[in-house]
């Protein structure tokens, strides 16, 4: 049974930084894109980065040198780190994979991908 789960979020200031893991089971993760997504009150939930096996990453323009994707293949865990972290960025934060092994490219269509974790909380506030 395909199962993510996701951990690390919490309450940061503005210019913070957070790590949060996207731990797998069921499958091996080393095999599969990755993708992250995050959604805010009131609004449609959003792309932010992924990570292919070949370790491809791709990330939205909101988040480009503020947020870095890496994969512990002995852990079954991808991570997102976090840095500069701004208000905006306050979301529950999702990963997800489509099952499609070693794809050359990702994105972050959310309609692209069929597993889902239960989300972490992310909030960034003085």
């Known amino acids: 049974q395909v199962q993510l789960v996701e951990s690390g979020g919490g309450l940061v200031q503005p210019g913070g930084s957070l790590r949060l893991s996207c731990a797998a089971s069921?499958?091996?993760?080393?095999?599969?894109?990755i993708a992250w997504f995050r959604q805010a009150p009131g609004k449609e939930r959003e792309g932010v980065s992924c990570?292919?096996?070949?370790?491809?990453?791709f990330n939205v323009d909101s988040v480009k040198g503020r947020f870095t994707l890496s994969r512990d293949n002995a852990k079954n865990t991808v991570y997102l780190q976090m840095n500069s972290l701004k208000p905006e960025d306050t979301a529950v934060y999702y990963c997800?994979?489509?099952?499609?092994?070693?794809?050359?490219?990702?994105?972050?269509?959310?309609?692209?991908?069929?597993?889902w974790g239960q989300g972490t909380q992310v909030t960034v506030s003085s």
């Open positions: 997800a994979t489509d099952m499609t092994p070693f794809q050359v490219f990702c994105t972050v269509v959310t309609g692209r991908y069929g597993y």
């Open positions: 069921g499958f091996t993760l080393d095999s599969y894109t």
């Open positions: 990570i292919t096996s070949d370790g491809y990453t």
